[in-house]
Every structure is written in structure tokens, then in C-alpha cells.
């Protein structure tokens, strides 16, 4: 954990699918503010609470790390995360804390189109590119098969062409990516939206009561776009 601060820092992602959408939503919970230079910090106007712009990726290290307080992130990688630290047998530091109702996507193992789709038992032996190895790995614990996991960072997609793998483990939200690289779903691991993560233990500090105001007005908002 961090050192105590007198202000609550926000980690969201500084461009992509979440970046706008969960600026927006911070904003409609009232929160403004003045951008550095460098536009990776956001120093609070209305409240003390600060946004730092980072890759959405780095969200849960710098939250297990102290350095932000709050993240708002896909399931999937505050899961990965998670699922990394239990296979270490590591505590869990972050946990979700609201779903935000964006940012709504599949994980899911994808085969070529040519192929077809018996079950799991079809993968025993395969290699199998992702960038979910963790949740990848307690899915194929659960269903009882043995696979070789090619673990990359992005352009997975791409692994069966080059022969790199068999079959892919991925994000699907349009299906697009799926269709250019001539895959299609096969198999769904989990859904997943934007969330609002935080910490397993409550801020002690005036961070925490900080967090509860940004919470109720959170909520209001929430149930507002219900
Ligand atoms: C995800 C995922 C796929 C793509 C799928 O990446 O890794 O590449 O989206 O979307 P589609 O089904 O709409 O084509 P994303 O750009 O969200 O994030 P990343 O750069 O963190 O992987
Ligand atoms: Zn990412
Ligand atoms: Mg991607």
C-alpha cells in the first residue's frame, strides 16, 4: 500500500474504448479538472480527487502498488490480475466495486472459421495465444484439459496465421477483429464491462470519506441511466 495523501487519485485509461466514457461518467459525479502539460495528470478542481491517464493494463499494478486509490477498468484485466495472484497464492489488494454499465465485451476463445467447435476436450494439446493467461489457465483447470499457453501482449489475433498458435484466447466486443482475421467464437470464458475498482480494505484516511462522496454520487448517477 501507499503512503497516506489528502487526496484520492483515479486511474483511467488515457485512450481507447473506456478512456471517454468513464471521464464522462466522473464528470456527471461532478468532478472537473485542469490538465498538466503532459495531460497524464488531471488535478482536481470541484473535489480533491485527481485522474492519472494511463494503459488501461496498468491500472491494477498501480492500484496493488498504492500509487492510485481507484481505477475504472475492464473486468477482464482486474480478473487477470487476480487470477495471476491466486495461481501465486498472492492476497487480493483490488476488487470491483461497481460494474459501470459500459465497456461491455466477451472473453472468448475464438477458432478459425474453417474449423469446427466440439467442446473443450478438442483443445487438449493445442497452443493457444492470449493475453489472459491467468483466466485462461483456471478455465482450462476447470474443464480438465492440458494446453500449451502462448502468452502475447497484443495482435493475437494474428498468432494462427503465423503459426505461432492454434487457436486464440481474446476480447470480443463487434467481432470485427475475429472476422478480418478469418476466426470465429467458439467458446466464452467470461463477459465483462467497465468497473470501478478499489480496494479490498477501506481507505483509513480522509481518502476514505472522499471515496464514500464519490460513491453516493456514483450511485445516483448510475440509477439514473438505469
Ligand atoms: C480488444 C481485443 C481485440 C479487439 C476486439 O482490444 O484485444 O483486439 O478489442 O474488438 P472487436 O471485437 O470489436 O473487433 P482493445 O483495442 O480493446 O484493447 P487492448 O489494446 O488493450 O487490447
Ligand atoms: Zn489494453
Ligand atoms: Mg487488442
Known amino acids: 500500500g501507499g503512503a497516506t495523501r489528502d487526496r484520492l487519485r483515479i486511474a483511467i485509461q488515457k ?12 464528470a456527471s459525479c461532478g468532478l ?26 496498468d491500472i491494477p499494478g498501480l492500484l496493488a502498488d498504492g500509487v492510485c486509490d481507484y481505477g475504472i477498468v475492464g ?62 489457465q483456471q478455465w482450462l483447470d476447470a474443464n480438465g484439459v492440458e494446453a500449451t499457453i502462448v502468452n502475447l501482449s497484443g495482435s493475437v489475433e494474428i498468432a494462427p496465421r503465423l503459426g505461432q498458435a492454434d487457436v486464440i484466447c481474446d476480447l470480443v466486443s463487434s467481432g470485427a477483429t475475429l472476422t478480418a482475421n478469418q476466426l470465429k467464437p ?3 470464458l467470461m463477459t465483462s464491462e467497465a468497473v470501478l475498482a478499489g480496494p479490498v480494505t477501506p481507505l483509513s484516511d480522509v481518502r476514505g470519506d472522499l471515496a464514500s462522496l464519490l460513491l453516493r454520487r456514483l450511485d445516483g448517477v448510475l440509477r439514473l441511466r438505469d
Open 186 to 188: 467458439a467458446v466464452t
Open 75 to 136: 473486468r477482464n484485466v482486474l480478473d487477470e490480475v487476480g487470477a495471476d495472484r491466486a495461481l501465486k497464492g498472492l492476497p487480493q489488494v483490488s476488487k470491483a466495486v461497481r460494474g459501470l454499465g459500459f465497456g461491455g465485451c466477451r472473453l472468448d476463445i475464438a477458432i478459425p472459421e474453417s474449423a469446427e467447435w466440439t467442446g473443450p476436450a478438442q483443445l487438449q494439446g493445442s497452443r493457444i495465444a492470449t493475453s489472459y493467461p491467468g483466466l485462461l
Open 15 to 26: 485512450s481507447g474504448r473506456l478512456s471517454e466514457p468513464a471521464r464522462g461518467l466522473l
Open 32 to 57: 472537473s479538472w485542469r490538465e498538466s502539460r503532459d495531460k497524464l495528470f488531471c488535478y482536481g478542481e470541484t473535489l480533491p480527487v485527481d485522474l492519472l491517464l494511463v494503459r488501461d493494463d
